[in-house]
C-alpha cells in the first residue's frame, strides 16, 4: 500500500446537537481508488464533507500529506481546502441547472476564464468517457437525464487534474447501463494515479474499482483492508454490511 495522501486521525463531528462522527480513523493511500462503504447513516458522507471543511471536526486532526486541513485549531475553510487540488462531488451532484454544460465545466476550471480557455485535450479525453457532454455542450444542465447529471458531476471535478477526488454514492438512483459507463470513465481515471475516495452503496462498483476498502458503522471505521480481499469473504461482507456478493451481482 501507498503512502496515505490523506489521514483522518480520532475524527469527531458534531452537526448541532448530534455526535455523528465518534473517532474516525481513516487512510487513504496516494494514487489509489479508496471505497469508502457501510450502511446507510453509518457517517460516509459526513466524513466526506467533515474533510471539505463544510461540517467541521470538533476533535480530531485531518490531514494532507501531512499538513493539517481539519481539526480544531485549523483555521481553513472550505475554499481553502478545495484549493489545494481537491474535488468534491456530493451526492446531490451540485450541478448549475440554468447553466449549460460547458458553463458548468468551464466554473471548475481553475485555470481557465473562457470556454476556449479549458484544456482542449483533457475535454477530448472526457469527450471520450462522457460522450453526452459533448452532444448536450450548450443544453441547460437541468435539462439533462439523471445519469447524464451525474456523468456532467463526475466529469466537473476532472475538467483539470486534482491531487484527490472526493465521490459521494455516484452510482445511486443509475441504471445499469449508466452504471457500467460510469465503472468504465473511473477506471479510466485510475489510470491516471489520482487518488480517490469513493462513497458507494453498491457493492458491484466496490469490487469494481476498489484497491482499498474502509468499512464504517455507528460514526466510526470498524475495517479497513484491501477490497480484493472483502470481495472474496461474504462471511465478512455479512458481518460488516449484512449483504453477500451474490445480492449485488
Known sequence: M????????????????????HGVDLQV?????????????????????TIMGLWPASQG?????GEAIGGPGCTLGTPDIARRDIAY????????????????LLLAARHARRVQDMDSERLEWLFGLFPALRKFWLYPAGKLSGGQKQMLAIA?????????????EPSK???????????????ELKKTRTTVLLVEQNF???????DQVAVMDDGRVVHAGRMAELAEDEGLQQRLLGLSLGAHQ
Open 2 to 21: 501507498s503512502a496515505p495522501l490523506l489521514s483522518l486521525q480520532g475524527v469527531h463531528t458534531h452537526i448541532g446537537a448530534y455526535h455523528i462522527l
Open 29 to 49: 493511500p496516494e494514487g489509489e481508488l479508496t471505497m469508502l462503504l457501510g450502511r446507510n447513516g453509518a457517517g460516509k458522507t459526513t466524513t466526506l464533507r
Open 61 to 65: 486532526q485531518v490531514l494532507l500529506a
Open 89 to 104: 462531488v456530493p451526492e446531490n451532484m451540485g450541478i448549475f441547472a440554468d447553466l449549460s454544460v460547458a458553463e458548468n
Open 156 to 168: 466537473r471535478a476532472m475538467i483539470e487534474p486534482r491531487r484527490l477526488l472526493l465521490i459521494d
Open 173 to 187: 438512483g443509475l441504471a445499469p447501463a449508466i452504471i457500467r459507463n460510469l465503472i468504465e470513465a473511473l477506471r
Open 204 to 210: 458491484m462498483v466496490a469490487k469494481a474499482l476498489g
